[in-house]
């Protein structure tokens, strides 16, 4: 079992490092939120009162943070930057989701300091996170994916190693533009058949075993009541804010700025949830776009 300073301890990064915890891993945990770092102790972590002290003896260091400043200060900007204090033989995976350029250039200032860090954003939110079945998508060298392994195994099930530095990063923006795009058109067909009298299960059973099958119809449905345990049936509570959709669809705009790829419907997704996020939607999941389209 191994020594892991863990900092973050959000709604992802709190069950993450209960997993881990439960796993019989010694969890120093560390959060700017004493409320966030109360809940983690309870999960059987042990409480740190700075990032500093999360990292000592550590053999993995942990991050889950909200962006890609964060993740800079951390470990490279801030006053006391951990990196001018992890000793070489710690791997320091990033999970939280970030600039593809900022994770490779965090790596490469890592490199010639002698660290290892690794990019691992997730995918699965806060269900997944608690269940420890979270899809990870790592970026950075076989080795040093090879010796996250286990310690990424104990939170998730579905681990991949992407590619070198910043490809987790670029995995993780074209999988929820992918989302992103799939859930506008899931909102937009399924409006369409109710405003032309169709009962919204029928057309979501036809759809799913016709040529517009997808993710959001199989078990995220928009509309409210024709699925169970899904937000859209509990006022669109829980799941994944329209928030972080909005956050995550500027990674992808900036990635295609910055490669010059064609994205006009990540595009567009990004203005409709733009537009729901400006009306007050921010803190709804992200399957609530469907107002948008509906009449009030
Ligand atoms: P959150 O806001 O709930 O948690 C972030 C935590 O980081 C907070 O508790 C905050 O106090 C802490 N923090 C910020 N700066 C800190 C610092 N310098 N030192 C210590 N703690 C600090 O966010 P979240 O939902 O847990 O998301 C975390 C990351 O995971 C984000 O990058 C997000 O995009 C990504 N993500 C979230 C979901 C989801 O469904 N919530 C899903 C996939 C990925």
Redesign the pocket.
Known sequence: MANIGF???????GPMAANLAKAGHKVKA????TE?LDKAVQAGCMKVNT?LEAIQEAEFIIS????GK?VH??YVSSEAPLFDHISSGTLVID????EADVARSVAHIAKEKGIEFIDA???G??GGAQAGTLAFMVGGEPAQFDKALPVLECMGKNIFHAGEHGAGQIAKACNNMMLAILMAGTCEALNMGMKNGLDPKVLSDIMKQSSGNNWALQVYNPVPGVMENVPSSNQYQGG?MVD?MF??LGLAMNLSQLSSSPTPMGSAARGLFNLHKEQGNGGLDFSSLIKLYQEK
Do not use: E
Request: charge should be negative; charged fraction near 10%.
């Open positions: 900092i973050g301890l959000g709604n992802m990064g560390f959060d700017l939120s966030a990032a889950m943070l909200p962006a964060h200060g951390l999970s939280s989701t970030i954003p997730v995918s939110g806060v994944f972080l956050k995550d």
